[in-house]
């Protein structure tokens, strides 16, 4: 079932991810703190990792490439959220 709770739940935090991108795009662009471009760049990168998992059911042949991009921008999220706090403004 392509639109199970799991999916529906993955899809709905890929959409407060981008919201959430988008306050902090707007809020970096009117402060210009670093430390705020690297936590956009987080939400970007988490926004494309829970938007690649909710569609990996539709495309299940290229499930194993899809889910390698994935874990790799879960490891730049991490990067990045990390970045930020360490980041002297």
Same mark, same amino acid.
Request: proline share 3%.
């Given at each position: 079932?392509?639109?199970?709770?799991? *999916? !529906?739940? $993955?899809?709905?935090? &890929?959409?407060?991810?981008?919201?959430?991108?988008?306050?902090?795009?707007? +809020?970096?662009? %009117?402060? %210009? %703190?670093?430390? @705020? #471009? =690297? $936590? +956009? /760049?987080? =939400?970007?990168?988490?926004?494309?990792?829970?938007? @690649?998992?909710?569609?990996?059911?539709?495309?299940?042949? *290229? /499930?194993? +490439? !899809?889910? =390698?991009?994935? &874990? &790799?921008?879960?490891? !730049? $999220?991490?990067? #990045?959220? &990390? !970045?930020?706090? #360490?980041?002297?403004?």
């Amino acid at each position: 079932m392509p639109f199970g709770p799991d *999916n !529906i739940i $993955v899809l709905l935090s &890929s959409l407060l991810a981008l919201l959430l991108f988008t306050i902090a795009l707007l +809020t970096y662009i %009117r402060e %210009r %703190r670093r430390k @705020l #471009l =690297f $936590v +956009t /760049g987080a =939400f970007l990168f988490y926004f494309l990792m829970t938007f @690649l998992d909710a569609t990996e059911e539709f495309f299940p042949k *290229n /499930g194993d +490439t !899809i889910e =390698f991009i994935a &874990s &790799s921008f879960n490891f !730049i $999220v991490l990067l #990045l959220f &990390s !970045i930020a706090i #360490l980041t002297k403004d």
